[in-house]
């Protein structure tokens, strides 16, 4: 016993691994936690389990060819993937999309933003505990699937976009269906907001847990939903339009301490809860004002076959359901890129944790993550 | 039940020396055992269909539907799936702890069904303490669910099991307390008594005795979810957190003890309300003597033993879960504090009362019209929340 | 700003250091030398004009001749965007971490260590990020070749097909 000196022994840390098989990480991530009985030092990230190299293989594809694999980086907002490198490359190239190609992108990927944000909050309800509105809303994406399934032929990862517009029209059918629909939609959305949004249980679940104040969200990158509940109105849509979301007519939702008679504080995980209860109800909006002003014309701009952009770097960034999803790409001349990188917010996101996970509960890491809405395949690509 | 095992042992002509007594009180456990475990199981197993099926109507999906009429045999097709896995210990587990801690709690669950009156004749055994013997065996429990999380060698079982030994442990005082009142009033612990104090009508209930009975059943009915560890309460074996808590290197037939377990508790809690609050076996006085009594005061008891399984089971699949903090602040901070109010109320309320039926009738009306009005709200909310959406009720769940 | 003042202001302040600059690609950007980043960067994100408080990414890029490690930063409130680029030379590849100045390069700048070798001076956590702790190699280099096994486990897999279309081709031959 004489030869344990004090260094060696630690009484109060104890070191867990929440694995890559876990019920509550979304995904395969992994987190070793320090903890003090129930409360955590730190929980540090440990990522690359999905990384699939998809950078390295870009640098062999064509631009064209490169549109599947856009839509893997985040499969739950596989449009607002596809957008993001469409418009990318439209700029380098210079090529301008016809207007019923625009109005038929930007409906496509509002839905697609409903449907991530259905399965973000939804996944945070579950891991609290609360299965069943994580099921209505599964209900719902069903019928947002059928009718993309109607546009495009499939449900989750859609290679829709070309670059120059999109490979399929819009048949009437489906826009008088779409039409319906969104009526029943904010109908179920109101539905899920009593049954969870407004439960006294679950706000104080999430009332001033995980507190990400402005300047850390400045400072750490994080964008998207996560940005604007912590006071911040940006928004690439507004501030760096592009397509064209300068003519549509819409609010930006920003936290403000949502939660404050329970003890929330701004930048809690009940304001990045309501930011995108809020932003659904907006994508709503936006879905109706498209398919009211749809102009009839072509669907695809005419592109030459071999898409050689001048020599030069740009990076240029959207809008996507997590955040701001921007690509940087080198061409120098030939056919192929040269370098491409993809910026995701989910990334940002969970490099923020090491720092701002002291003093947690382990149930409140699970709402954390939750909340931040972090899908594994953005992290690691 | 005594004094049928009574009888068959002296028609055997048995006579009164110590060795024969030991033989009879082995037959009468084993009588008794072979009843509560033909009774406990089958129900056990139908509540986890009853379960499925239910959540998967709230939530838009149908349950099980594929193994016999309507999904009823699912129940034993899982019992033998369990049966037949590999029994799996990991290396450095406690053996001897690892194996006996699903029969702690399978035991404490079920030793509580010797005392609970189906009808004036159909209880195991009358005890003269029964709802105190109650409240003991439910205590083993917990003793269960630390040797389960302590043995299995397991960190994340570790801290399953620690949780759920201080919820359970905190919250059997607001259990007892409230018991305390109903004791009071009914002037016994014996389980029979309790339930001959009540009467058929609702204004005859424990419950509607006076407006701090209604604030101590639910307490008594928070309290016992917490004690089964069932949603909102169930953090021990939070799915999305812990991977299943205390039960995770459990497989086979011992994980199936402790859901057989839990949902045996469902029942149980069933049936301690209805016995305590909401009037137990009773039937209208018109029936006493004839020879429907038993069948009628049976099929009242679970029917009201079956609305109260049903709440509960509803709760569980609508509400998230509280952390563990805010569980015992809910516990420590509003429920001791509110019963200990509330049983200095009831005492004031018998000691001026005193046996004057007419203030008692009185107060008893005035108590039944508080807690109907909140049923008609809570059924007034569920009907507007219904046309809000524009559901439609699908009644036709035999599709 | 419009990217033509900007560069002006950078220039006048550093002008030195400054290797090229130019708006008329498709974004600004500025070409530093290695010393001076640091400075630089203090300056782009103190400076009252230039507010650059947003890193939006950071990369690194393998040109054959040299690596290019490059970030993009944004301003919030002025709304204007820059790239800063730095050129090191392939069998060295070292240059000074930003991840103090903008916690969010602390990530980027681990990725480029992990995919090309790039090295941090002073950063905080230098180590692979995507790929397993003990892989050899640096996978977004031009000319990395994958190695056939990882710890027994076989990196490339049998193709039935590709065997088949060979012989049938051997056949025609």
């Known amino acids: 016993m004489s030869n344990i000196t004090e260094k060696e022994v630690f009484f109060d840390e104890m070191t867990l691994n929440m694995g890559p098989h876990h019920p509550s990480t979304h995904g395969v991530l992994r987190f070793v936690l320090k903890t003090d009985g129930e409360i955590l030092k730190t929980a540090i990230p440990d990522v690359g389990f999905l990384h699939r190299s998809i950078e390295k293989i870009a640098e062999g594809l064509t631009y064209s060819q490169f549109f599947p694999y856009t839509d893997r980086v985040d499969y739950l907002a596989a449009m607002n993937a596809n957008q993001a490198y469409a418009v990318a490359v439209e700029k380098m190239l210079g090529i301008e999309v016809p207007e019923r190609a625009e109005y038929i992108r930007v409906l496509s990927a509002e839905m697609n933003r409903i449907a991530s944000h259905m399965v973000g909050v939804g996944a945070l309800a579950s891991d609290l505990g ?13 019928y947002l699937y059928d009718y993309l399934e109607e546009m495009c032929g499939a449900r989750l990862t859609y290679n829709y976009f070309t670059i120059g ?38 706000i104080r679940r999430l009332a001033g847990v995980a507190v990400v104040d402005k300047e850390t969200c400045i400072e750490y990158g994080i964008v998207g939903p996560n940005l604007r509940a912590a006071g911040v109105n940006y928004d690439v849509r507004k501030d760096q339009p592009y397509s064209i979301y300068d003519k549509l007519d819409f609010k930006v939702p920003v936290g403000k301490a949502f939660a404050a008679s329970d003890g929330g504080v701004l930048g809690d995980a009940y304001d990045r809860f309501m930011v995108r209860i809020l932003e659904m109800e907006e994508s709503y909006n936006i879905i109706e004002q498209v398919l009211k002003n749809l102009p009839e ?24 359901a997590r955040g ?41 890491l699970v709402s954390a993550i939750g909340s931040f809405d972090i899908v594994a395949p953005e992290v690691d690509r | 039940m005594e004094s049928i095992a009574n009888s068959l042992i002296q028609s055997w002509g048995i006579t009164s020396s110590t060795g024969a007594q030991l033989v009879s009180l082995l037959v009468m456990f084993g009588f008794a055992s072979v009843v509560l475990l033909a009774f406990f199981l089958p129900f056990a197993g139908i509540t986890s269909w009853l379960e499925r099926r239910i959540a998967g109507r709230m939530q838009s999906r149908v349950g099980p539907n594929i193994n016999g009429p309507q999904g009823f045999l699912q129940w034993i097709a899982d019992g033998v799936k369990a049966m037949e896995k590999e029994d799996l210990m990991p290396d450095d587990a406690d053996a001897p702890l690892f194996k006996m801690a699903p029969y702690f709690v399978f035991m404490g669950v079920g030793a509580t069904l010797v005392a609970i009156p189906f009808s004036e ?24 669910i630390l040797l389960a999380g302590w043995s299995s060698n397991n960190k994340w079982s570790l801290i399953g099991g620690v949780r759920s030994a201080s919820q359970m442990i905190s919250y059997e005082i607001p259990t007892a307390l409230s018991i305390l009142t109903v004791v009071l009033l009914s002037g016994s612990l014996s389980m029979q008594d309790i339930v001959k104090a009540q009467g058929f009508w609702p204004w005859e209930w424990h419950i509607s005795n006076n407006p701090f009975m209604i604030i101590m059943f639910f307490i008594f009915f928070i309290s016992s979810l917490a004690e089964g560890s069932r949603t909102p309460f169930d953090l021990p074996e939070a799915e999305s957190e812990l991977v299943s808590g ?16 839990e949902w045996g508790n469902l029942f149980v809690i069933g049936a301690m309300t209805t016995t305590l609050f909401l009037g137990g076996w009773q039937a209208p006085l018109a029936l006493k003597g004839s020879m429907w009594l038993t069948p009628v005061q049976f099929m009242i008891f679970m ?19 509280v952390r563990v903090d805010q569980l015992m602040i809910i516990c420590w901070h509003y429920f001791v504090p509110l019963s200990l109010l509330s049983i200095l109320a009831v005492t004031i309320w018998m000691a001026v009362s005193h046996g004057n ?15 109907l009005y909140f049923v008609l709200l809570v059924l007034y909310r569920a009907v507007r929340n219904f046309k809000r959406t524009d559901a439609k009720l699908n009644l036709n769940f035999l599709e | 700003m419009k990217p033509s003042e900007l560069l002006d202001v950078i220039e006048a302040e550093f002008g030195d250091f400054i290797l090229e600059s130019s708006d008329k690609g498709f974004d600004p950007y500025i070409v530093v030398e290695p010393d001076a980043l640091r400075d630089i960067s203090f300056f782009l994100k103190d400076d009252e004009r230039m507010k650059f408080d947003f890193l939006r990414t950071s990369l690194g890029t393998d040109k054959i001749d040299f690596i290019e490690s490059l970030f993009v930063i944004y301003s919030y409130e002025l709304k204007h965007q820059l790239i800063v680029k730095v050129e090191l030379n392939h069998k060295n590849p070292e240059v000074d971490t930003v991840a103090d100045i903008w916690k969010a390069a602390n990530w980027y700048e681990r990725e480029s260590y992990d995919l090309l070798g790039i090295k941090y001076k002073d950063h905080p956590d230098l180590r692979r990020l995507m790929m397993p702790n003990d892989w050899v190699g640096h996978p977004l280099l031009k000319d990395y070749k994958q190695p056939k096994k990882y710890h027994d486990m076989d990196l490339y897999r049998f193709n039935p097909v590709l065997k088949v279309v060979k012989k049938k081709a051997k056949k025609k031959k």
């Open chain 1, 297 to 320: 014309g072509e669907i695809q701009a005419k592109v030459p076959r071999k898409l050689k952009p001048p020599v030069g770097d740009i990076y240029v960034p959207t809008e996507s």
């Open chain 2, 357 to 371: 039926s007419t203030i008692e009738l009185v107060m008893s009306i005035f108590s039944t019209a508080i807690w």
């Open chain 2, 246 to 261: 205390f039960n995770t290197e459990y497989s086979g037939i011992r994980f199936a003890l402790f859901f057989l377990a």
């Open chain 1, 324 to 364: 701001e999803m921007g690509y940087y790409i080198f061409s120098d001349g030939t056919d192929k890129p040269w370098r491409l990188k993809i910026r995701t917010g989910s990334f940002s996101a969970m490099s923020a944790f090491e720092e701002i996970s002291n003093g947690y509960f382990i149930a409140d």
């Open chain 2, 121 to 144: 004749y159909l209880v195991l055994s009358d005890l003269n303490v029964g709802i105190f013997y109650i409240i003991s065996v439910t205590s083993f429990v917990t003793v269960g």
């Open chain 1, 130 to 142: 609360a299965f069943t509105p994580f099921l209505f809303n599964l209900r719902d994406r069903e």
């Open chain 1, 165 to 202: 517009g999109v490979h399929r029209d819009l048949k009437t059918t489906t826009k008088d269906k779409i039409l319906k629909f969104v009526k029943q939609g904010r109908k179920n959305l109101d539905e899920f907001n009593r049954l969870i949004a407004y439960n006294k249980i679950f």
């Open chain 2, 303 to 321: 029917t009201k033993m079956s609305v109260v399984v049903f709440i509960i089971i509803q709760l569980r699949w609508t509400l998230p879960r």
